[in-house]
């Protein structure tokens, strides 16, 4: 498990984080329902050559959760500027996925964020977005909050299964599962679909264009959220690259295929570092 032994408040919210190893800063950033625990497999790995910065979205993991908040998209993008200000970054390397990647591509349209790479994958990017089941809890959202515990737990774990291709562990399925689960956990997880709101893409998706950093787009080829077809699109937007599949994994890459994530992310440290040298020798 990711240590979080931290707290920022930012936007009038308690923010938990937590940094690793030594060396360039790496910021990693994750999506809905999950939490900076998906990284506990992955952020490790890079330990020996970054720092790694890691953190609970507004609303979700350790960070506080309580009623009335926001914790739609439209203030995730300024926790990552205000963080990006506490930790003393510039041009980090960034990885992205899934809500943190939209929170990743608002704060470089929106905030003038600027990274030294981006590995972006199964992201909340493209319209259309939000399922059914997400529909149906923003027009019902009491209801759902009010269930009793059991029937709780049991949408919770079979939603939270919907994201991986392989079968989640029992280990994976109660470090997901453990922050939503309570009164003001379940409350909070209904809190952060109810605010699911296709306009905050929206208001960035026409600005997309191709980043000054490297882009690296990954795509579970198996993903029944976002379509590996959004991939596609978003890699034509942003990168210089196509899209890249990843075989036999679904939304929840970390899960399904860890080791294609690490990889990826070393050659983006090695891609940027080429792209620093080409904007030194430019502005000599």
């Not at 956990?185 to 000054?212: C, K, N, P, S, W």
């Amino acid at each position: 498990m990711l240590n979080l032994p931290n707290t920022a408040i930012i936007e009038g919210s308690a923010v938990r984080w937590g940094r690793i190893g030594k060396g360039p800063p790496l910021v990693a950033i994750h999506g809905t329902p999950f939490s900076s625990q998906v990284w506990r497999r992955i952020v490790p790995e890079f330990a020996d050559r970054r720092t790694v910065y890691y953190f609970d979205l507004v609303g979700y993991g350790l960070s506080e959760m309580r009623e009335g908040q926001d914790v739609s998209l439209g203030v995730q993008n300024k926790v990552l500027a205000a963080l990006f200000a506490e930790w003393g970054v510039e041009r980090p390397d960034v990885l992205a996925h899934d809500f943190g990647g939209a929170t990743a591509l608002r704060a470089w349209y929106l905030d003038g964020l600027r990274y030294a790479s981006l590995t972006i994958f199964d992201a909340v990017a493209l319209a259309p977005w939000g399922s059914p089941f997400v529909q149906h809890v923003r027009r019902h959202e009491a209801a759902f909050t009010g269930m009793p515990d059991y029937m709780h737990r049991a949408l919770l774990r079979a939603y939270l299964q919907t994201a991986a291709h392989n079968p989640l562990s029992e280990d994976a399925l109660e470090i997901y599962s453990a922050p939503w689960l309570g009164p003001v956990g379940q409350a909070a997880f209904y809190r952060q679909i109810a605010q699911m709101d296709q306009r905050f893409t929206d208001e960035v998706e026409a600005l997309y264009d191709r980043l000054d950093c490297p882009v690296t787009v990954l795509w579970g080829m198996k993903d029944d959220w976002i379509p590996y077809e959004k991939g596609t699109a978003l890699a034509a937007l942003i990168s210089g690259r196509p899209v890249v599949p990843v075989p036999e994994a679904g939304h929840l890459v970390q899960e399904d295929r860890p080791e294609v994530l690490v990889a990826a992310v070393l050659k983006g440290f090695s891609d940027s570092c080429s792209s620093s040298s080409s904007r030194k020798a430019i502005v000599r």
